[in-house]
């Protein structure tokens, strides 16, 4: 195949990726999107074999090891529970990073092969995108093997933080220019291992300083980060679908980091920088858990909503800790029958990733129109009878809009406390990951359900 | 004067990059997670690296030095192709709306 077609019908790929995007604009168009996504890989891996001119005995395993990573992949997909998407997004951004490093490697190696010259006289722009490439590749490995094991709970969600961290950070990242403009001027193959292995040392330590409520964030990030490195092999390889897809993912992740920190109200570097709420957490709660509260149970909710005639659900990532979520689906279907109107209102950073939630709905059956966000529905929570907050917390805490000393100041927060009764659902009074009391917990109107989120919804059906 | 075809590359980087910027600024917040495993699948088109890079070996050489990183390279994009696609598919095919006839 000559070599313009096949840069046409990689460019022809790289627009089956846009519009694979584009799809994602409504549900209904998002399955069809989906389709163009994956013509759009057929066309670009056929391509690849086809210019490819030697069909020598490695041909073969190609297709061997690409039906084995096939297989595996496909087994995970529909193996995968729904709530265990944010461990399977962050496992897939470490395969990419990774893949981005081997390839990078070879090239290194073998620069001949794909026309960079040869090994100590690579060409100069492209020994900079190859080190580019392999040092984001191995950034997002190891970050998102760390976001991986902090999801699944093999190692802690709390923040690890120590002395001097930014500063060690900061000279690593120096390190690695310096090493790169070394790399260049040397071609001395010793330099890019130690690039690699700094690059994976500095993955590891940007992650291990953040919480696992900051997740969203850290997500959406390592998503950018291999879209960045899929675009620096791009240029190594002088191939348009790659540039056109790395920069893609490399954007789209970026903005949903950014929607993610507004959700917060915090600015990106405060997210980065890591360390939220493992402070001051014991003086703040302990002189405020005196205050009474409310509490009842699923009798007590129950003659709630059966009397109200809106209720709006407030789901959070408790939730989808104790799967609740069909539970929850089978009660609304219940106050449906009394001909209650019932919606949920979903804030942008409930859960550990973007749209978390609405995933969770939606496997439960729930259809997405009676599913809102936040500047949505906020507004009518005012005209709402009863909001049923489950595994939600800091989202809904009035503070946010009242006290400029609260850490959430001024984040976007739901207005559940205009409801003219809010229903609680949680486990204890313990304060959310900002490590700040609920003033929600104290309100009048509030009644506070002390139970499994799962269990609680399945008394209350019992019960309507 | 000619211009290096980096600058062309270039170009399209920059461009991409805006039209990523629009297009994903219109993806509904409900299919935020989608987007982020399709994005995923997408990226990892790097598959055509490692393709290169595998069959990169000379003549009766399948595995040398270079082209076992391909290989690796090969197995990880492909987990990552088909798995990302394939529960980007069945999450959206979950995505459904109000039955009319309920009400």
Redesign the interface.
């Known amino acids: 195949m000559s070599a313009n077609l096949s840069a046409i019908l990689y460019l022809v790929s790289g627009v089956l990726f846009i519009l694979a995007l584009r799809g994602l604009s409504s549900p209904e168009t998002s399955r069809q999107g989906n389709l163009f996504g994956i013509i759009g890989m057929v066309i670009a891996v056929t391509v690849t074999f086809l210019s490819v001119s030697n069909f020598s005995s490695g041909f073969i395993y190609v297709i061997i090891f690409l039906a084995i990573g096939g297989s595996i992949g496909a087994f995970i997909a529909y193996r995968i529970p729904m709530t265990a998407m944010p461990e399977l997004v962050a496992g897939f951004h470490s395969l990419v990073g990774l893949a981005a490093v081997f390839v990078a490697i070879s090239a290194f190696i073998n620069p001949s092969a794909f026309n960079l010259g040869t090994p100590g006289n690579i060409k100069l722009a492209s020994l900079i995108e190859m080190a580019i490439g392999a040092s984001v590749g191995a950034i997002t490995f190891s970050g998102s093997v760390i976001a991986f094991l902090k999801l699944q709970g093999i190692m802690s969600g709390a923040p690890i933080t120590f002395k001097g961290q930014h500063l060690l950070n900061a000279l690593l990242l120096i390190l690695v220019l310096i090493l790169t403009i070394y790399l260049c001027s040397t071609q001395l193959s010793n330099l890019f291992w130690i690039l690699i292995a700094v690059s994976f040392l500095i993955g590891f330590l940007i992650i291990i300083p953040i919480g696992g409520a900051d997740m969203p964030v850290v997500i959406s990030m390592l998503n950018s980060y291999s879209g960045w490195a899929a675009a620096g092999i791009g240029f190594t390889l002088e191939n348009t679908a790659l540039i056109i897809t790395g920069a893609l993912v490399g954007s789209s992740g970026a903005i949903l980091s950014y929607i993610m920190c507004k959700g917060m109200n915090r600015s990106f570097f405060n997210v980065i920088l890591g360390g939220f709420g493992s402070t001051d957490q014991t003086t703040g709660g302990q002189s405020k858990e005196q205050r009474p509260v409310k509490s009842g149970n699923a009798d007590d909710a129950a003659f709630l909503m059966k009397n109200a005639s809106s209720v709006i659900i407030v789901p959070g990532y408790g939730m989808a800790v104790a799967q609740a979520q069909h539970a929850l689906r089978e009660m609304v279907d219940t106050l449906k029958k009394n001909d209650i109107k019932v919606s949920y209102a979903i804030h942008p950073v409930a859960g550990r990733m973007p749209g978390h939630m609405n995933v969770l709905l939606a496997e439960a059956n729930v259809p997405y129109d009676e599913v809102f966000e936040l500047e949505e529905i906020n507004n009518d929570f005012a005209n709402a009878d009863v909001a049923f907050v489950i595994g939600a917390n800091d989202v809904t805490n009035p503070v946010a809009k009242t006290d400029p000393q609260s850490p959430i100041y001024g984040m976007p927060v739901l207005d559940v406390e205009k409801c003219k009764s809010v229903l609680f659902v949680k486990r204890s009074l313990s304060p959310g990951y900002a490590g700040i009391d609920n003033d929600l917990f104290y309100k009048e109107n509030t009644l506070m359900l002390f139970a499994d989120a799962k269990k609680m919804t399945e008394d209350i059906t019992k019960n309507l | 004067m000619e211009i290096d ?2 600058i062309f ?1 270039l170009s ?3 461009l ?2 805006f ?3 629009y ?35 000379s ?2 050489v ?1 595995f ?4 076992i ?31 009319k006839d ?1 009400q």
């Open positions: 075809p980096f590359r399209i980087f920059i991409s990059i039209v990523g910027y297009v994903v600024w219109s993806v509904t917040p409900s299919l935020h997670t989608p987007l982020m495993s399709v994005t995923n699948a997408i990226s990892s088109v790097i598959i055509v690296g490692a393709i290169i890079a595998a069959l990169s070996g003549d009766g399948v040398s030095s270079s082209s990183y391909g290989f690796l390279a090969i197995i990880l994009a492909a987990i990552n192709i088909f798995g990302g696609f394939l529960v980007t598919q069945r999450m959206l095919a979950m995505y459904k709306k109000k039955k309920k």
